[in-house]
């Protein structure tokens, strides 16, 4: 089947004829949508946003900010998007387009994609109290300051009854199966895991797309171009979140908004990482799958899996397996995924850690990619630790444990000495290297900082 | 009256910008038919010759149409604004990543395809990176030149106190969140008409003809707004345009050319990294007695503008102090990077901040408050700046100085922070007010100039042109305004039209915050011009005097009798049935400046803008990373023309100042590479970094005589406000030990977490001599 068709601002819109790796922005500006802008094709300005209706946990659905230059448009066959010009017009905008008048836009560049992330928080189901601003850190202004950006945003209130809240009301549009081609290039979009299989057997090379928050700019800044791209948006079993009695399991294609709406403070380190992890518009699309799938040793999940004791279900046509996680990465982006295999599910054992916390030390202190990461997860009792482990981002290779550190501390006392001492055998664990991001000598050093900062910090609250 | 100016309207373009209306040039391309998009191939190396090009692999990808290369060019094949040292085909590639060819196709993806097939092989040369190497090899641009005043040597000789040092500023990339574009086309009569994002149409326009060999009238250049400029594209929207420009005379076909983020950073200048060196003499209050400064900047592969931005730092390294003797030398380094170039505050930023730290670093040794020391300096009224100008408003910098103190409880929150800092052990808090004075003109003297043409049609509604162009800073909106104001009319009466140099020749770029000042001049007069003539016209209608004619919110009626009120329009349909002439043009030029370059002296500037900040940071000194709590502001805009408009230029200017001295850095690898080219490795601020409490008052009683309703320039001075927040964080660390804090710039994280670590050490103060 080579129809492909989406709506867009209420109409249906043909997408047929389009090559598979093109980009939703593309794709609308083309279509003369030009509101929706590029301002850095790698989903760290927001320019871009626009508004996709997902489907909420009670079979409404809510308007999800996401940003365009890493969507495919094939990959949103049968949804509904939402531009900047879909929201208000000159004649008729929007409170969430006339809050941003007074001081909000200098150029005006960055002024819709604000629009489009101030929309869909303005229209959050759950939102009870005033528009949380961190739904704003995507996106980036050079010329405002920001200031009359916040002001307007929380000069907002709760949405009156419109057409845009009645929308919400009626169910998400489906995600169907799909298979696109074009010009012999394809993207199939199963509807099960089975499918996932059938496609990945036939088609070893086939690049899985989860967010596609890391695919999409190897598309826009590495000139990628994929022969066949597997979208797994309509897999439902990939979508599970499911609490047993030793465990929870999060499927790979959950986004991180949604685990983060789900868990709420139920495992403390991943409370703690959530809002350090990019911003809105991405946690929106990516999943914990795609983290573990681009294998970074500065990805931001791993290190508070690690620390968590996560493991990582693998399935292929062959059947499936399950890897503790610091099994799973191999080497620099290298993991112990076999052709044909994907990221399943990740299995979090109920912790029996007493102290939890997440450490991300970056340039920025939101929505960027961590210098150092340290999850630490102590079991203390009586004073004395039971139990450590600490999963760690940015200072080798792949994402680590500290070994030595964890074994050290195992039957000493949780004071500031043994503490100053485990950070010496951290520092000494691992040799970072130096990039742009920070030298080799501040990661070392962080490293150590960061079990005396995580002492201090229990001397604080206790 | 309701006065339009001083009234806190919105941005004139706001409703388009949050709808996502309004136009940017590349917003333009879809709209047209036949397009070409244009994609360049790029050397891998920053320093080469080109010894073989052959591009005709490229021809046999689909949808190629042409490779434009040098063989191409009909003029010169040169784009330099000034001197003529930038090959629009090189043939030495002189920075890494640098275009070599253009190629041409239906799409931009045919277009990216067929660039990758180009072969060129190269000659590799030996790069120079840094400053460091450049000072070295002596690879400059420029000979040392500079300014004098006094005898800073026998001063440093004779001083009780001396402080030597070095400091080196990291650069900023623009970061428009528009990136260059450019689209071309030959229009219905023959011309080559260019949409282009840049801030200097008629360079644009120039140097296209030049290149295209054509005369400048065969050549339009329209610039509908700008998705930000900052200075960026002042002198560099030139090359992409020239390709457009040259692609559609070659084709016939539209042709576009759009830089993505990454070739945006990788070809275009920033602003100047600077070192600098000193010596300064002071006693032991803290009064600078002499100081001698030299200056390095870092100008990259061309020249550019880096000769006055240059020469903007050394105007600028006294800031808001006397320095009774005082030399500052510098010299334009030449290497293989990206030719940097104009950026908000053109070189004064870096002057200013120079200062700055050579004042703390006084202060510091000295043990003194360092507002103190700062204030021990400052100009009073009748002091002149090192190249002899006097102070004009001198005052105000003490006024702001105090009431600023006074609104931010600076006294106060000083006890408060010391005794958070001797109770907290891993979170410091510092706070730090700095004054800033900035000097408003172009420093070429004939660039003070501009033009306007102001029509009324039939109907009352009137149509405004100007040279000037709207990047953001609210330029139009102001313009907008000070016409309605002098015609008396309502603010919706009155358009603009797109900037355009076939409507107002010969313009200035809009830079050097000059953009208000000299066409908002320019459109007064020719304003003033047609309501003289209309005067007439109801003088007549009237039976009374025409200057005895009041023009309101778009009624007119004799002084003093509103009852007899008639409207606007009427008048002007009378105006035009007498064969009144209802078109005016306008032109102004800056009065009272000169300045002589050779012997370093004149009045270079027409007056001062002034204002101070006061910053509040807390670092964590476990990590570096640090908070701005709270900024209070107090900034000279003269009478704002808008309020609104400047307030958002003062917290912009400002929090992009703090994104220079704090986040954003700038790394070359050792083959000079730029290893942040892309919004993933360059951070700027987020809302995230918003300081809790910011407030922002404009000086009261600031009226600037002679300037457009008494307004003053905005657009740069705020920026350097923001050397308060490094200052601040200088403060903290220095409250860990007590030697002189030596902190590099930008601050980032792990340089505040270096800058505590050395202060943790106290080894010994550096650098420190008395004599
Ligand atoms: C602006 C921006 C900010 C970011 N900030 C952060 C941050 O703060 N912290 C952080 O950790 N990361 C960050 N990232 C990286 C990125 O968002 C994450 O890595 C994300 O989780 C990837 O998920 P995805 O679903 O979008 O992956 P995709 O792009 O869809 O896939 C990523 C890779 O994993 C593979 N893959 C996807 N799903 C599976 C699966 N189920 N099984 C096997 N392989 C799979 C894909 O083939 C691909 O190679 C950021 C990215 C951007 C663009
Ligand atoms: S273009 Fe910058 S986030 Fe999409
Ligand atoms: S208004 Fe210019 S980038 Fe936000």
Redesign the interface.
Known sequence: MNALELTINGSRVDASGIDPNTTLLNFVRSKGLTGSKEGCAEGECGACAVALLRPDADGGCRYEAVNACLCLVAGLAGAEVLTVEGIGSSESPHPAQMALMQGGSQCGYCTPGFAVSLFCEYHRTDRTGPINLEALCGNLCRCTGYRPIAEGALSLGLPQASAFTARLEQPAPPVPALEYAHDGRRLTRPSSLADLFAALTADPDAKLVAGGTDVLCEINIRHARYQHLVSLDGIPELQRLLWTDDALEIGAGVSISTLEAALGNRIPLLAELFPLYASRLIRNRATLGGNLGTASPVGDSSPVLLALGASVRLESVRGERTVPLQEFFTGFRKTALEVGEIVTAIVIPTTTATHQRFFKIAKRGRDDISTVSVAIALEVSGGVIRNAKFGLGGVAATPARAFNTEAFLVGKPLELGVMRDAGRILESEFTPLSDHRGSAAYRSAMLGQTLERFIAGLEVSA | MSRIVGRAV??E????????????TD?LG??LTNLLHAWPVQAPHAHALVTRLETTAALEVAGVVRVLTAADVPGENDTGPGKRDEPLFPSEIMFHGMWVAWVLADSE?AA?LGAARVVVEYEVLPVVVTLKDAIAQKSFHTEAGGISRGDADSALETATRRLSGEFFIGGQE??????NAALAYLDESGQLFLQSSTQHPTETQEIVARVCDLDKHAVTVQCL????G?GGKETQANVWACVAGLGALLTKRPVRVRL???LDMTFTGKRHPFLGKFEVAFDASGKLEGLRLELFSDGGWSLDLSDPVLWRAMFHSDNAYLIPHFQVIGTVCKTHKTSQTAYRGFGGPQGMLMIEEIISRVAQTLNLEPDAVRERNFYVDGDETHYGQRVGGAERIGRIWDELKVSSSYASRRDEIRSFNSSH??AKRGLAITPVKFGISFTATFYNQAGALVLIYKDGSVLVNHGGTE????LHTKILQIAAQTLGVPLTTVRLAPTRTDKIPNTSATAASSGTDLNGAAVRNACETLKARLSHVAAQRFGTAAADVVFENGVIYPLGAPEKAVDWKSVVMNAYVQRVQLFSDGFYRTPNIHWDKAKGKGDAFYYFAYGAAVSEVEI?T??G?Y?TRRVDILHDVGDSLSP?ID??QI??????GMGWLT?E?L?WNADGRL??N????Y????????PET?NVNFLTRAGQDGVIYGSKAVGEPPFMLAISVREALKDAIHSLGRQVVSLASPA???AV??AL?AQRETVAPLELETV
Do not use: I
Request: aromatic share 12%; charged share 20%.
């Open positions: 919105p941005h373009s706001a409703l388009e910008h949050v709808t996502g209306a309004a136009l940017y917003d879809v709209r993806e990216r623009h970061f428009y969140l528009e990136t707004r700008m998705g930000g900052f993505n983020r990454t052990a891993h990047m953001g800073q609210g964590n476990f990590t990373e908070q609104l307030r958002g917290e912009g200017g400002f929090y992009q986040l850095e790394v290893v942040t892309g919004a993933s490795t951070k700027l601020p987020s809302l995230h970094e918003l910011f980032t994280p792990e977490y270096w670590e």
